[in-house]
């Protein structure tokens, strides 16, 4: 609601049945949670036929709508994950998505999807990619729900540490639509692959598989778990180090985590003003005679 132009919206709950309107409760904050609702919300509501109106002070609601009931799977507790747009096809500006993942006790992946603003069923498929950025590791789900029975343990290891990535996908199945990376779903241990010398699926620390494994499927992403770090859809590899040019952090990567901290620029004192070039971090000087820190610094211009 905030580009309604409203400075304090009014947020009713009102039961609708056909013209008569009448309204059961005030909702006093945009985000929160209803502790304890009135009696009078709960018929409507199993009936259906409770809305939400969003108004000024005076006059009709500015947006409205009705709550319906949706069978979602257990992962619902845990909230959705919003899919993004990816800017390969043109797509209507009211057209978003959610998506809900979760794995049972016997090691089955259950989804649901919902997108609205698009006829998306008619023209798309659901993709569930466990390998980015490599060729394959991706299968195709089919319709906005329903479920694999046995997944790969790549697959469940994939969504276990939170490298798996969902993908609407047009009927070409290469062309991505929306696409989201899956925030970590708890996995039973009993349904990811083991780890040599470990006990309960405990991953040590101290962990680093040998050559063997490299060529064992189960464990690629164990190694993409403890030999490889993430940050902004980038993986780095264990013990590297980069500039996240966002935040002017200097990271590198730890046992699966990047680690952070500020960039540290040296006193630049210069006679003119000082720029920052784009995608740096530190501002220099804008002539070629300038001093860093202690030292004076001058830039001779290449010889011809």
């Known amino acids: 609601v905030d580009n309604l132009g409203i400075t304090d919206p009014k947020i009713t709950l009102v039961e609708e049945q056909g013209k008569r309107h009448s309204q059961v409760e005030i909702l006093d904050t945009r985000i929160g949670v209803l502790a304890r609702p009135s009696a009078r919300i709960f018929q409507p509501l199993y009936e259906e036929q409770l809305a939400v109106h969003i108004s000024a002070d005076t006059g009709p609601p500015i947006l409205r709508g009705r709550l319906t009931s949706r069978l979602l799977p257990d992962a619902a507790g845990t909230g959705p994950a919003l899919l993004h747009r990816t800017g390969q096809v043109r797509l209507p500006a009211a057209m978003a998505g959610l998506a809900w993942l979760s794995v049972d006790s016997l090691c089955g992946l259950y989804y649901e999807t919902v997108v609205t603003g698009g006829n998306a069923r008619s023209w798309s498929s659901w993709w569930l ?167 004076r610094r001058t830039e001779r211009p290449p010889a011809r």
């Open 129 to 295: 990619e466990t390998h980015a950025g490599t060729e394959g590791g991706a299968r195709e789900l089919g319709g906005e729900e329903g479920w694999l029975l046995e997944p790969a343990a790549a697959e469940l290891l994939a969504l276990h540490v939170g490298a798996a990535y969902l993908e609407l996908r047009a009927r070409d199945n290469v062309t991505v639509i929306l696409r989201t990376r899956v925030p970590q779903i708890s996995v039973p241990p009993s349904c990811l692959p083991a780890v040599p010398g470990t006990s309960d699926n405990e991953l040590s620390a101290k962990y680093t598989p040998g050559p063997l494994e490299d060529q064992m499927t189960d464990y690629s992403l164990f190694r993409l778990n403890v030999n490889y770090c993430t940050q902004r859809d980038k993986f780095y590899k264990l013990g590297e180090t980069w500039t996240d040019t966002e935040t002017c952090s200097k990271c590198w990567c730890v046992l699966g985590m990047p680690r952070c901290e500020p960039v540290q620029c040296p006193p630049v004192n210069c006679l003119v003003p000082t720029i920052k070039p784009p995608g740096q971090c530190c501002p220099i000087c804008t002539s070629l005679d300038c001093v860093v820190g202690a030292r």
